[in-house]
């Protein structure tokens, strides 16, 4: 039977400090990975960085937006509340959820829509408001930028070849969400990873499932990456996972990714070492590590 051997870390007050998270990516929004780390894209859209994150003395920021496509685009901007369900999916709400506080009235944002030609780019002014009233711990909402179709010009109709049927036309919105966070006081934060399982049946390849256990009140966003390490001592990277997040108020996070099926690497013996930390674009600091003995 497989063992876990978990290690605890406890985060200081000053993990987070503008550490850029990977953005949410609403409905049929997809990451782009040609893009640089600390950017989001859909579509034709460009969002740098990829959150927002008011901490400490930090009372304004610049979100920027360019136009990476051939056509004139214009987007909607606004601010939009999400749960992280256990399984890492969101959903849109409109009441928090026991423990989950929304950002929105702290932050004031100018413009609420941008119109970019190609290869056209536009910043975002954000500013923290009302932070007297911010109580201890952390604060979050999303920003929306939904793109707006093109009207199609007066007087240009559809022909109708065909009175008895029905037509219908439907136009494709596309959307990307990025988390605006504020954190105010000390974080009592902890996460540890647990429930370590590996099915080596996956005909994708060997997948690791791993549980997530936050406490506290900030929520954490880091990298994953899982070493095997042989019998003999030989450590080798088969998988690594950059931004996973765990937001509160969640305290149970579910993860599972496929490893790296490299030759010479047996899944059946030996161990995989997971570590859970910091972004590597920021200052280095491990949140939790566990292993998983194969046999």
Do not use: W
Not at 1 to 22: A, C, D, E, G, Y
Not at 252 to 266: E, H, K, P, T
């Amino acid at each position: 039977m497989s063992k876990t051997r978990t290690v605890n870390s406890k985060r200081s007050k000053h993990t987070f400090r503008q550490i850029p998270l990977i953005a949410v990516i609403a409905g049929i929004g997809m990451f782009f990975t040609l893009f640089p780390a600390d950017c989001i894209a859909q579509g034709n859209l460009l969002v740098t960085p990829r959150r927002a994150v008011f901490e400490g003395s930090k009372r304004s920021m610049d979100l920027n937006l360019a136009n990476t496509g051939r056509d004139t685009a214009t987007y909607a901007i606004s601010l939009v509340q999400i749960r992280m369900r256990e399984d890492g999916g969101f959903e849109t709400i409109t009441e928090p959820d026991p423990g989950q506080r929304f950002a929105d009235r702290f932050i004031r944002y100018f413009p609420r829509s941008v119109t970019l030609g190609p290869n056209e780019a536009q910043v975002v002014k954000l500013q923290l408001i009302r932070s007297n009233e911010l109580e201890t711990g952390e604060y979050r909402s999303h920003f929306y930028f939904r793109a707006i179709p093109k009207a199609r010009p007066l007087g240009e109709e559809e022909t109708v070849k065909d009175t008895t049927s029905i037509s219908v036309r439907l136009t494709p919105v596309f959307g990307i969400t990025l988390p605006v966070i504020i954190r105010n006081g000390p974080s009592t934060a902890k996460v540890n990873l647990s429930d370590l399982t590996l099915d080596i049946t996956d005909k994708a390849g060997p997948r690791l499932k791993i549980v997530f256990n936050r406490s506290g009140n900030m929520s954490f966003f880091g990298d994953i990456v899982v070493d095997h390490i042989s019998t003999g001592g030989i450590i080798t990277r088969v998988g690594v996972a950059n931004g996973v997040a765990v937001y509160t108020p969640n305290t149970i996070r579910r993860f599972q990714f496929n490893l790296n099926n490299l030759q010479g690497v047996d899944f059946r013996s030996g161990k995989l070492r997971v570590t859970y930390s910091a972004p590597s674009d920021v200052k280095p600091e491990k949140y939790a590590e566990a292993e998983l003995i194969l046999n």
